[in-house]
């Protein structure tokens, strides 16, 4: 069984920060693409950053310059810095991650439940 764990979320003021972790945690026996996606209300679900394992990152047009993404291979976890939020960044933020399981074939993705960020005054 594997699980992503995501916490951090809640509400900001606009301009203000916030930091999302996720921690993978079960049987695992490597980790690809780690990532976030959002999901506005009564939008779909868009990419938001991802990191693959060997350093590669990919943000989203809309938070380049004010997001960063990390990873700790060591803990399977993988962090968002969200700096300068503006309301239109409120959405369930889920994690995402691609994992090979113990005693597995192939990758496999997997998603956290999610976690709200509000960002108003």
């Known amino acids: 069984q594997v699980q992503l764990v995501e916490s951090g979320g809640g509400l900001v003021q606009p301009g203000g920060s916030l930091r999302l972790s996720c921690a993978a945690s079960?049987?695992?026996?490597?980790?690809?693409?780690m990532g976030w996606y959002r999901q506005a209300p009564g939008k779909q679900r868009e990419l938001v950053a991802t990191?693959?394992?060997?350093?590669?990152?990919n943000y989203a047009d809309s938070v380049k310059g004010r997001f960063t993404i990390s990873r700790d291979n060591a803990k399977n976890t993988v962090y968002l810095q969200m700096n300068s939020l503006k309301p239109e960044d409120t959405a369930v933020y889920y994690c995402?991650?691609?994992?090979?399981?113990?005693?597995?074939?192939?990758?496999?993705?997997?998603w956290g439940k999610g976690t709200l960020v509000t960002v108003s005054s």
């Open positions: 995402t991650a691609n994992i090979l399981r113990t005693g597995g074939l192939v990758y496999m993705n997997y």
């Open positions: 079960g049987s695992i026996f490597g980790v690809n693409v």
């Open positions: 990191t693959i394992s060997g350093g590669r990152i």
